[in-house]
């Protein structure tokens, strides 16, 4: 099966640079996901990794490491807006083709 | 491009009924659906795989004769949860997959729908 670990809860002021991280265990690597969700609202796609390395998006990026079963999202710039949840999934394998998520990590920006 | 709706975005219903869900991919076809339960503070779950004219397939956990999935047609895909319980008061969130899109894996999410039992 698949397991996915994330930090619970992070805290980072506006303006500054956060890395939030996310390690897996899967059976079969089909690339690595990064979603954002507000409260209340469904998670929109952030990126997706399959080759290791670092991807840049904007104030967004995110890297991979398959070797150590390592991701982190990378923020940078910080907006009051990007309070919310991050979520990191892989496909859940096994034939399927849903996402096993991670339980998300809530990010806090403080002023 | 690639825009999935829900509805209703909420519903409230007395233990017992049943409530039924839609999803539905606007601009693109897509053979599966899926769909996740979110309980408060906590992660996505995986429910079962819509598949266009054939039976779902459903996690392990998750009773198929309670959450009846229905995939008629290329854009559609509905779940019913029958005699809902309080226990079953969740955010149902429904995605599907664009075989066209540039991402493989990429699943494009509706908006969700609370549901709460009273």
């Known amino acids: 099966g698949q397991n996915i670990d994330q930090p619970t809860e992070m805290t980072a002021t506006e303006g500054a640079i956060v890395q939030i991280n996310c390690t897996y265990q899967t059976s079969g690597f089909n690339g690595l996901f990064w979603y954002q969700q507000h409260a209340g609202e469904a998670p929109t796609f952030l990126s997706y990794n399959v080759l290791d390395g670092l991807e840049e998006k904007g104030r967004f990026s995110s890297f991979l490491s398959r070797s150590k079963g390592y991701s982190y999202l990378l923020l940078k710039e910080l907006q009051m807006k990007d309070s919310a949840s991050y979520l990191c999934a892989v496909p859940s394998g096994g034939g399927a083709d849903g996402l096993t998520f991670g339980k998300g990590t809530h990010l806090i920006i403080q002023p | 491009g690639a825009v999935v709706s829900q509805h209703p975005s909420w519903v409230i219903c007395k233990s017992g009924t049943s409530v039924k869900i839609e999803c539905r991919s606007l601009d693109f076809q897509a053979t599966t659906m899926f769909w996740y339960r979110q309980f408060p503070k906590q992660s996505l779950m995986l429910m079962a795989t819509s598949n266009e004219g054939s039976k779902a397939t459903y996690e392990q956990g998750v009773e198929k004769d309670k959450f009846l999935i229905n995939h008629a047609s290329l854009t559609l895909s509905t779940l019913t949860v029958t005699s809902a319980h309080p226990e079953d008061s969740s955010f149902y969130i429904c995605?599907?997959?664009?075989?066209?899109?540039?991402?493989?894996?990429?699943?494009?999410f509706g908006p969700g729908t609370r549901l709460t039992v009273l």
């Open positions: 995605s599907a997959r664009d075989l066209a899109g540039e991402v493989m894996y990429e699943q494009f």
